[in-house]
């Protein structure tokens, strides 16, 4: 009898974990101007990731959009060594309600794009200076800006806003675009 009691405690336990914490998870925004959103964006703060882990700075997105309506997304930073390190992937909208709630694969094989991850929109300049993406389980968020760095007012506002959204802003750390800075500021570039 104690087997048994003890094997209903354990199922209780775990079937607890799987159920919603109660929490408001993050919202996407509503709207979004795609062809807008494509370029170059500079990755100023992150929740770091595993995949992220060897980037010790520099770190960009690069947007493209394809004909068949996809993004082409190509992911750079530097490594401890000074080398650049790129990821190229595939992102596009799962719901064309929710155009602003994308998927993304890094996992490209005969075309198909495997493992897809939400790549969520969550706040978003009016003139796309900066964007911010988030997770709806809070995995995982960036902070993006159209420049290697963000005024602080701007960057708290972002702060203030994504802690409403469920995020603790200690979570994001700061990404160095000093590379990136000095070569956005030399002469001809």
Same mark, same amino acid.
């Given at each position: 009898?104690?087997?048994?009691?003890?094997?209903?405690?354990?199922?209780?336990?775990?079937?607890?974990?799987?159920?919603?914490?109660?929490?408001?998870?993050?919202?996407?925004?509503?709207?979004?101007?795609?062809?807008?959103?494509?370029?170059?964006?500079?990755?100023?703060?992150?929740?770091?990731?595993?995949?992220?882990?060897?980037?010790?700075?520099?770190?960009?997105?690069?947007?493209?959009?394809?004909?068949?309506?996809?993004?082409?997304?190509?992911?750079?930073?530097?490594?401890?060594?000074?080398?650049?390190?790129?990821?190229?992937?595939? *992102?596009? !909208? $799962?719901? @064309? %309600?929710?155009?602003?709630?994308?998927?993304? +694969?890094?996992?490209?094989? &005969?075309?198909?794009?495997?493992?897809?991850?939400?790549?969520?929109?969550?706040?978003?300049?009016?003139?796309?200076?900066? *964007?911010? !993406? $988030?997770? @709806? %389980?809070?995995?995982?968020?960036?902070?993006? +800006?159209?420049?290697?760095? &963000?005024?602080?007012?701007?960057?708290?506002?972002?702060?203030?806003?994504?802690?409403?959204?469920?995020?603790?802003?200690?979570?994001? !750390?700061?990404?160095?675009?000093?590379?990136?800075?000095?070569?956005?500021?030399?002469?001809?570039?």
């Amino acid at each position: 009898m104690r087997v048994v009691a003890g094997l209903l405690g354990i199922i209780v336990i775990a079937a607890v974990g799987f159920l919603p914490d109660g929490k408001p998870g993050p919202t996407s925004i509503t709207s979004l101007d795609v062809e807008r959103y494509m370029g170059l964006w500079y990755a100023v703060a992150s929740i770091p990731t595993t995949f992220e882990r060897m980037c010790v700075g520099g770190t960009t997105a690069h947007y493209r959009l394809l004909a068949n309506g996809q993004i082409e997304v190509t992911n750079t930073c530097l490594t401890a060594d000074g080398t650049k390190s790129r990821v190229v992937g595939r *992102a596009w !909208v $799962g719901d @064309p %309600k929710r155009p602003a709630e994308l998927k993304v +694969s890094f996992v490209g094989v &005969l075309g198909l794009w495997l493992f897809p991850g939400d790549y969520w929109i969550l706040d978003l300049d009016a003139e796309y200076r900066y *964007a911010v !993406v $988030g997770h @709806p %389980k809070l995995r995982y968020g960036w902070i993006l +800006s159209r420049t290697p760095t &963000l005024a602080d007012d701007t960057l708290d506002g972002i702060y203030d806003r994504l802690e409403e959204q469920g995020y603790s802003r200690t979570l994001f !750390v700061p990404i160095d675009q000093t590379a990136n800075l000095s070569r956005r500021l030399a002469p001809g570039n």
